[in-house]
């Protein structure tokens, strides 16, 4: 089993910052992408950013340029720096990460969700 600890939500004003932090912990568990999406009330959950084990990049057309995601692979750990945010950035942020256990099939997790709020 796998889990998923994150931090780093909150609230704050529009074009503020904040940054999130994911760590994941799992004795055996072989970690390929790792990422956040996100969840706004009465919308479907949506990619904000991935981050593959070779360290490239994959956002959410409308979101590059203002978020940034990191990753520690020792540490076992990704981030996400928003910057300039705005009152529709406010959503319930989720890490996921997939991967697998030795002779397992690939698998994914996912975080408790923490709630980014943005006010105008």
């Known amino acids: 089993q796998v889990r998923l600890v994150e931090s780093g939500g909150g609230l704050v004003q529009a074009g503020g910052s904040l940054r999130l932090s994911c760590v994941a912990s799992?004795?055996?568990?072989?970690?390929?992408?790792m990422g956040w999406y996100r969840q706004a009330p009465g919308k479907q959950r949506e990619l904000v950013a991935t981050?593959?084990?070779?360290?490239?990049?994959d956002y959410a057309s409308s979101l590059k340029g203002r978020f940034t995601i990191s990753r520690a692979n020792a540490k076992n750990t990704v981030e996400m720096q928003m910057n300039s945010l705005k009152p529709e950035d406010t959503a319930v942020y989720y890490c996921?990460?997939?991967?697998?256990?030795?002779?397992?099939?690939?698998?994914?997790?996912w975080g408790q969700g923490t709630q980014v709020t943005v006010s105008s």
């Open positions: 799992g004795s055996g568990f072989s970690i390929s992408t």
């Open positions: 981050i593959y084990s070779g360290g490239s990049t």
């Open positions: 996921n990460v997939r991967g697998s256990f030795p002779l397992q099939s690939f698998r994914e997790y």
